[in-house]
């Protein structure tokens, strides 16, 4: 069985792809550049260089495959416009989705994000929760969401849709801040430090994913997947440290003054192309909550996290060790 994984340079496509392989499947990668892929020589990789907005490149992608995860994603930089968001989040899910009915795709999974469901106010949040996305990246995530069921609702698509919490876990660079956080001498912590910080080690997620390809139960269904344990901020701070034998010592500092901050500097850096010293989304990071039920994918899939907060933790802090980084 062939499999297409788009996504497969970044951190949950690279995990994924090289479980499929481990499982004997065959996977086929869409790249923008065969330089970025850090899976080994594998004799059944097979990598295709192209863009999921480039409309030729995805059918040839796509055609042959038995399955499609899409996990193909745009994080924010400075050099980024909202029209790339959307090219990548909406119209590359366009692509895909209709070059998977075109060549008779068995089942499709998609990759979206919890955070279409923005700051939760009355956690835990579920998949029927309202959407209340709060930047570009997340408006268009749920656009390209919305858009792919549609269209596979239209078509007889066998979709899923897979809505992970914040991923974590050996290889992850975009939690390290996190950690860098969590074990300087004194901790500083935008707002009150109470807000919830849902994680799911990247094993665990790789497994839903797998799932939702695979169980019947799946098709036309939003699952949630995250980890067990649900800490507020302060306490998984806490934890960090602990497991890294530093002080836990916490300032808390007033939120305001950063996201005006933040605002600004994004108003200013951005159209000029300079990476801005501070994000409103980074200071979200410290106030919105993110809390999730993750019964359903549980109840239908038979979904079971194996990674609790310590173990999950501790293998993340020791692998940054490894590596020079903490």
């Not at 192309?273 to 409103?280: D, K, S, T, V």
């Not at 993110?290 to 194996?306: E, M, Q, T």
Request: proline fraction near 5%; charge should be positive.
């Amino acid at each position: 069985m062939k499999i297409l994984v788009t996504g497969g340079t970044g951190f949950t496509g690279h995990n994924l792809s090289k479980r499929l392989l481990q499982d004997g499947y065959q996977v086929r990668l869409l790249v923008r550049s065969k330089k970025r892929v850090i899976l080994d020589p594998h004799p059944a990789l097979e990598i295709h260089e192209g863009d999921i907005r480039d409309r030729l490149a995805v059918d040839k992608a796509v055609e042959g495959v038995v399955k499609v995860f899409n996990i193909a994603a745009m994080f924010r930089t400075a050099a980024s416009v909202d029209q790339d968001y959307w090219d990548i989040h909406v119209e590359g899910v366009r692509h895909l989705v209709e070059a998977a009915v075109r060549h008779r795709v068995e089942r499709f999974v998609h990759c979206s994000t919890v955070g279409v469901h923005g700051d939760v106010k009355v956690p835990p949040a579920n998949e029927e929760s309202p959407f209340a996305p709060a930047d570009i990246y997340q408006r268009t995530k749920l656009e390209g969401e919305l858009l792919a069921r549609e269209l596979a609702a239209k078509n007889g698509l066998a979709l899923s849709v897979v809505r992970p919490t914040a991923i974590y876990g050996p290889g992850d660079m975009r939690l390290l801040k996190l950690f860098k956080l969590a074990v300087k001498k004194v901790t500083p912590v935008i707002g009150t430090g109470k807000i919830y910080y849902h994680m799911v080690y990247i094993d665990d997620l790789v497994q839903g994913f797998i799932l939702a390809s695979e169980r019947a139960e799946a098709i036309g269904q939003v699952f949630i997947v995250g980890g067990d344990e649900n800490m507020i901020l302060d306490d998984l701070l806490s934890t960090i440290a602990k497991i890294t034998g530093r002080p836990d010592t916490k300032i808390h500092i007033p939120a305001r003054p950063f996201q005006l901050a933040g605002s600004l500097c994004e108003k200013i850096c951005i159209p000029l192309g300079i990476e801005p010293p501070i994000y409103r989304r980074r200071v979200d990071f410290f106030t919105k909550s993110r809390s999730f039920d993750i019964s359903k994918v549980k109840r239908l899939l038979g979904y079971a996290p194996k990674y609790g907060l310590q173990k999950g933790l501790s293998r993340t802090a020791q692998w940054y060790k490894e590596q020079g980084l903490l």
